[in-house]
């Protein structure tokens, strides 16, 4: 039997503050470090999972979230197959946030990037109704589907990754998502 090896670059963005280091340490190391420092520039971490009867190695770019590090986003995300917006349930300002990462990154990847939108740190909203109406107003409006995850917890982390890497590596396989109605993995 063939076993064939797929690399993909995926980045992880968003703004500062929302856990995107948390959630890669969640999912490289399985366990919460609330003490991370702020990432300057990008740090990069490799996942491997099997897909089919692929071995996918995700090249996972772990972006600063801080507005001076913004001009730098398109150079770290050119390449990629695939992005995943962090976004905080918590933060009032969060369509924004979704909206200027989603044109950034179609402006430099174009729109064949498959990406997820990450509805991060669930475990600290006071009404789960609140964020599945956050998630499904997202998904409603960018057409992104939507995970709820928790780095503390490690809700949704592994799955969301895996997620990824399946719409990566075979691009053909994206119905899986397209196929949930409510455009929310809760």
């Not at 300002?93 to 950034?104: A, G, M, P």
């Not at 990847?109 to 990450?118: M, P």
């Not at 490690?154 to 998502?177: D, R």
């Amino acid at each position: 039997m063939e076993y064939s090896v797929f690399r993909k670059k995926v980045v992880l963005c968003g703004n500062a503050g929302v856990g995107k280091t948390c959630l890669v340490e969640r999912l490289i190391q399985g366990q919460f470090n609330s003490k991370v420092k702020e990432t300057i520039g990008t740090n990069t971490h490799d996942w491997s999972t099997k897909v089919e009867n692929r071995q996918v190695v995700l090249k996972i770019w772990d972006t600063a979230g801080q507005e001076r590090y913004l001009a730098l986003a398109p150079i770290y995300f050119r390449g990629s197959a695939g992005a995943i917006i962090v976004f905080d349930v918590n933060d009032e300002n969060y369509e924004q946030s979704i909206q200027q990462w989603t044109e950034i990154i179609r402006n430099t990847c174009g729109n064949d990037a498959f990406i997820i939108l990450a509805a991060n740190k669930s475990d600290l909203s006071e009404s789960r109704e609140h964020v599945l109406s956050i998630t499904n107003k997202a998904f409603t409006k960018h057409k992104i589907q939507c995970v709820l995850t928790s780095a503390r917890t490690g809700e949704n982390v592994e799955n969301m990754f895996q997620i990824m890497a399946e719409n990566v590596a075979c691009p053909e396989s994206k119905s899986i998502i397209e196929d949930r109605r409510s455009g929310c993995l809760c």
